[in-house]
């Protein structure tokens, strides 16, 4: 049985045209279903086990990384001389966070609480937690600062009391004994006869607070009836706006717990989240686009607006009373200790902060904070959160541990929270996100290139045949009409 090729041509035309639109249809569909399948993986969902593990135990691992100034001249501070200061550090902690108590809500949100602990690296320290360094006593120049208001006798008693308790101006104590806290007879009286007055009934220290402990039960939408609102504070510690700041914008509670975002993010998204260790909300803004092993990002950073005072940037006003900008009073939420938080070495501080105290070089590589984010997930990818603790002290008369001091923010420690996923992980993300959109991308565009092919080879191939058809007809008509001229 002979082959129309004819036919033949015409069909594979038309498969080709059923390609061509196959593709074209994938062009729409695919980025369609590419999101519906984000959506899914989005969603805080015990069902959804990979996305659901990273938000529940969050298994890349996380670093913080303390740096001690280390004050150089403490006698002469107490004269009134400009405090000199060495970095010493890192001192490097691994993270461990877990969420417990986590207790689903039918209104779409999730309660839990989210436990900490750290665990000493001596391989990823320049030291170890026996290295010794000297910084301001808070016990005494903070309270001589909160105490300063008070009558001329209680401020000679406040004194006498250091006096008694061996309670000098200045600290020189362990790396671990800073960190996790220290024996204190001081603090033992304080505790026992004003409770409440000291943040820890236990021993004192800068993160005794922090270890074995959780930052709070947060509720957070689960993203279940509006994706746009995944991760998103509903309240804290039953809470939906805070208590401490002057200004209802200020005590609001906004943005995510700081952990991940909402997906579809664009470059004018911002990345808001509530912090329990600064009290307040803070806002990131995008800086740039990046690529971190093959998956695209985008870089948020703090904006210089982020510590400013209330005259620089009025909303911030709520947030005093300031002193430069630069610098967030954080006393109102710290036990009224005048205690400051401000980015490492003052960086994106009033310049005027850095002639008080000699020893700080800021800058953006090693100073600034930054979050990279997948956009398409709100997945971070890489996290650098670098902040300072500061001491306000100054001269207190009657109080005569604090000698003849310039008023001055003391820098005492910076940290840096850091963590990046990578690994097992860092491949299922990579794969899931980036390999198989690229496919299904590939594959349209093949198929389109595919079937115009067909469609252009079949149509040539069907015009030869029919070409071919016309010359057969016309030479047997030429011969036909030959023979009867013959005859």
Not at 153 to 158: D, K, P, T
Not at 175 to 190: A, P, Q
Request: net charge neutral.
């Amino acid at each position: 049985m002979a082959i129309d090729k004819s036919k033949v041509a015409i069909g594979f035309i038309v498969a080709g045209v059923l390609t061509v639109f196959f593709g074209t249809l994938l062009t729409f569909v695919g980025p369609i279903i590419i999101d519906d399948q984000i959506v899914k993986n989005t969603v805080i969902d015990p069902k959804n086990e990979m996305s659901y593990t990273m938000w529940k135990d969050v298994p890349v691992p996380f670093y913080m990384s303390v740096y001690f100034f280390n004050v150089l001249n403490p006698k002469e501070i107490l004269k009134g001389e400009k405090p000199m200061v060495e970095q010493k550090g890192p001192y490097v902690y691994r993270k461990r966070i877990q969420k417990d108590n986590i207790t689903f809500h039918s209104n779409g949100t999730v309660s839990y609480r989210e436990y900490r602990r750290y665990f000493f690296e001596p391989t990823m320290s320049s030291g170890n937690e026996s290295d010794v360094v000297t910084i301001p006593n808070m016990l005494v120049l903070g309270a001589a600062v909160m105490m300063e208001n008070m009558p001329f006798a209680v401020r000679l008693m406040i004194s006498a009391t250091f006096k008694t308790f061996k309670e000098g101006p200045f600290l020189t104590k362990t790396v671990g004994e800073l960190m996790w806290g220290y024996d204190s007879g001081l603090v033992d009286f304080l505790n026992k006869y004003l409770p409440g007055m000291l943040p820890s009934s236990g021993k004192f220290g800068l993160f005794a607070e922090f270890n074995n402990s959780n930052t709070g039960l947060f509720t957070i939408h689960t993203g279940q009836d509006d994706i746009r609102k995944v991760h998103k504070v509903d309240s804290w510690n039953g809470l939906t706006e805070l208590p401490y700041w002057r200004t209802p914008q200020c005590n609001m509670i906004n943005g995510t717990a700081g952990q991940m975002w909402p997906p579809f993010m664009t470059r004018e998204s911002t990345l808001p989240f509530y912090s329990p260790d600064a009290c307040r909300s803070m806002e990131l803004v995008y800086q740039r686009d990046g690529v971190m092993k093959g998956i695209p990002l985008y870089r948020y950073v703090a904006p210089k607006t982020l510590f400013a005072n209330g005259t620089d940037y009025q909303p911030n006003e709520g947030f005093c009373p300031c002193r430069q900008s630069g610098l967030l009073n954080v006393s109102s939420c710290r036990h009224n200790s005048p205690v400051f938080i401000s980015h490492p070495h003052f960086f994106n501080a009033d310049p005027v902060l850095l002639d008080f105290v000699q020893g700080l070089r800021p800058s953006e590589e090693e100073h600034g904070l930054f979050i990279d984010i997948h956009p398409l997930t709100g997945v971070p990818l890489n996290v650098s959160i670098r902040l300072q603790l500061n001491l306000y002290m100054k001269k207190v008369s009657a109080i005569t541990e604090t000698g003849k001091i310039s008023e001055v923010v003391m820098p005492m420690i910076w940290f840096e929270e850091s963590g990046y996923i990578d690994g097992p992980i860092l491949t299922t993300f990579h794969t899931n996100l980036v390999v198989l959109p690229a496919v299904m991308e590939y594959m349209q565009y093949g198929f389109i290139a595919l079937g115009l092919a067909t469609i252009v080879i079949a149509a040539l191939m069907h015009h030869r045949l029919k070409a071919s058809t016309k010359e057969r007809v016309k030479g047997a008509h030429y011969h036909e009409t030959k023979e009867k001229c013959i005859k």
